[in-house]
C-alpha cells in the first residue's frame, strides 16, 4: 500500500535504562554511565540483567506499555491519529507537544516522512522535503533497489503518474531482459522474488 500521510515517529529516548532507572532497578551513576556508553555496551549490560533476573523482562514490557499509553493521552490521540505502535515507537500522523512523561522517559521524534509503501511487513518511508528515505523490517541493509522505491515513491507522491508509470515498466522490461546490473538481482526480500516486488509496486504506486 502506497499512502501520501505525513508521519511522525516517537520512541522513549534511551528507552531500555530510562525504563530500568524509573523503576529503580539501577541507580542514577549506573544511569549516567550508560547514557553516554556505545548502544551496544547498553544492549549488552541490558541483556544480562534481564537474563539474570527473573520477571523483569515481562516487568519491563508492562511498563512500555503503561508509557505508551499515557503518550497517546496527554496528547489525544485517537486511533485515526495513529499509524503503527511498535514496542515503544509510534508512527503518527502530526508533531505532537507533550512528549516528556517523567524525570527520565521521553518521547522524541525520531524521524519523518511524507509518504509510505509497504509489501508486507516491511515498510519504507520517505521524505520529499529532506529527501530522507529509510525502512523498517529489513535490518541494516542496503541494496540498490532503494533508490528505485525512493524515486517510484517521490514521484507518485507529486502526482507524476505518467513519469512513475515509464520509469517502473522501463526497470520491469530491462530486468526481464537482464539488462541491469548484477546487483538489482539480489533479493530484497528474502521471502520475494524481484519481479513480485516490482509487480506490487506498479499496482500499489501507479494510480
Not at 540483567?49 to 511498563?63: H, K, N, P, T, V
Request: a positive charge.
Amino acid at each position: 500500500m502506497f499512502r501520501k500521510l505525513e508521519a511522525y515517529e516517537y520512541d522513549i529516548r534511551k528507552c531500555n535504562i530510562s525504563v530500568l532507572r524509573t523503576l529503580n532497578i539501577i541507580d542514577d551513576d549506573t544511569y549516567k554511565r550508560l547514557h553516554d556508553a556505545p548502544r551496544m555496551e547498553r544492549q549488552v549490560f541490558v541483556g544480562k540483567m534481564m537474563r539474570d533476573r527473573q520477571g523483569l523482562s515481562q516487568e519491563y514490557r508492562d511498563f512500555v506499555k503503561r508509557c505508551v499509553l499515557r503518550f497517546k493521552s496527554i496528547n489525544n490521540l485517537q486511533d485515526k491519529d495513529i499509524i503503527e505502535v511498535v514496542h515503544d515507537a509510534l508512527w503518527v500522523s502530526s508533531e505532537l507537544l507533550n512528549t516528556k512523561l517523567s524525570k527520565y522517559i521521553e518521547f522524541v521524534c525520531k524521524r519523518k516522512s511524507t509518504c509510505t509503501w509497504n509489501i508486507g511487513k516491511i515498510v519504507f518511508y520517505y521524505d520529499s522535503l529532506t529527501g530522507d528515505f529509510f525502512q523498517r523490517g529489513l535490518g541494516d541493509t542496503d541494496s540498490i533497489w532503494f533508490e528505485v522505491i525512493k524515486k517510484a515513491m517521490r514521484l507518485a507522491e507529486f502526482s507524476q503518474q505518467k513519469e512513475v508509470y515509464k520509469y517502473l515498466h522501463s526497470i520491469k522490461k530491462d530486468y526481464i531482459l537482464k539488462n541491469l546490473d548484477d546487483r538489482y538481482y539480489v533479493k530484497l526480500i528474502s521471502n520475494k522474488d524481484n519481479m513480485e516486488v516490482i509487480d506490487t509496486m506498479i499496482k500499489d504506486i501507479i494510480k
